[in-house]
């Protein structure tokens, strides 16, 4: 199984796949591996850079790794920011049991917690290719789960939570 965890910078992408694989690590023997975009970037030596051509071809690596891990049965929880809409699909009609969260938060929201401080510097002239601003973010149009990862409901147990709850939901008896 895939879980594709979907979310602009600043929306709890990588707080929430740790806690999940923590979780699912908990409660069974299976291995689970975790991927955060930006990890990966580090992994491959970050030459790609944040243009739009680069992020595609930053999505192909992710979507194809998580591909080859699904064919040797292994689950992975991957943290990707997702701003292409046919790396989604590829996902649904390549991976042989995938499963996408959206994690849905105002910009004003992102903006206020800036984790990486993106936002800032792309306001003050100092960055640019920062998807939700310059590059546009197409909202997922077929997510498995949204949640709202906004103020009122930003307990990373509770994501968990609802996230592990659909999954559970969705198996067969």
């Not at 694989?21 to 030459?47: F, H, I, K, N, T």
């Not at 949640?147 to 409901?153: A, R």
Request: net charge negative.
């Amino acid at each position: 199984m895939i879980l594709w965890i979907v979310g602009l910078s600043g929306a709890g992408k990588s707080t929430v796949g740790r806690a999940l694989v923590d979780a699912m690590r908990r409660e069974s023997d299976q291995p689970v591996v975790y991927l955060d975009g930006d990890e990966l970037r580090d992994v491959w030596g970050d030459s790609l850079g944040h243009t739009v051509e680069a992020r595609n071809q930053n999505a192909h690596r992710i979507s194809h790794l998580c591909h080859l891990l699904d064919k040797n049965g292994v689950t992975t929880v991957a943290t990707v920011l997702s701003i292409f809409p046919e790396w989604l699909e590829w996902n649904r009609d390549n991976l042989s049991a995938y499963f996408e969260v959206f994690l849905d938060v105002p910009m004003e929201v992102l903006e206020a917690r800036d984790t990486k401080g993106l936002y800032a510097a792309f306001a003050r002239g100092d960055t640019e290719n920062v998807v939700g601003k310059d590059i546009p973010f197409p909202r997922p149009s077929n997510p498995d789960l949204t949640i709202d990862n906004d103020p009122d409901n930003s307990d990373p147990a509770a994501i968990v939570g609802k996230i592990l709850g659909a999954l559970a939901a969705r198996r067969p008896e």
